[in-house]
């Protein structure tokens, strides 16, 4: 499956902004998909995922009650809205696929990945 990130930017602290990640091919149902970031000079970090089954979402610490993750499987395309952004969100984020259960924030599980796309929160 190949992913495509869109939807970064650059937005002020507090603001909000919606990446979305559209998947090819007829399969993207079959799988878990994550969000996952990395800031300048540190480790990937887990944001999000949401279950292939029944829709069963999982969020990284720093960002529950902030983000929320969705999917449309008719439209092969997730979706994480973030809401109150900090400036400690800032990093490029990444989409990815995975068809293994129970390994939603190991970014070693996921086979799939989109290209990246950077959001800059301003203070």
């Known amino acids: 499956v190949q992913l495509q990130a869109s939807g970064g930017g650059l937005v002020q602290a507090g603001g909000s902004l919606r990446l979305s990640c559209a998947a090819s091919?007829?399969?993207?149902?079959?799988?878990?998909m994550g969000w996952f970031r990395q800031a300048p000079g540190k480790e990937r970090e887990f944001v999000a995922a949401?279950?292939?089954?029944?829709?069963?979402?999982y969020y990284g610490n720093s960002v529950k009650g902030r983000f929320t993750i969705s999917r449309d499987n008719a439209k092969n395309t997730v979706y994480l809205q973030m809401n109150s952004l900090k400036p400690e969100d800032t990093a490029v984020y990444y989409c990815a696929a995975e068809r293994r259960e129970g390994y939603y924030s190991d970014y070693a599980a996921y086979d799939y990945w989109g290209q990246g796309t950077l959001v800059t929160v301003s203070s």
């Open positions: 949401v279950s292939r089954r029944d829709g069963s979402t």
């Open positions: 091919g007829r399969t993207f149902s079959r799988y878990i």
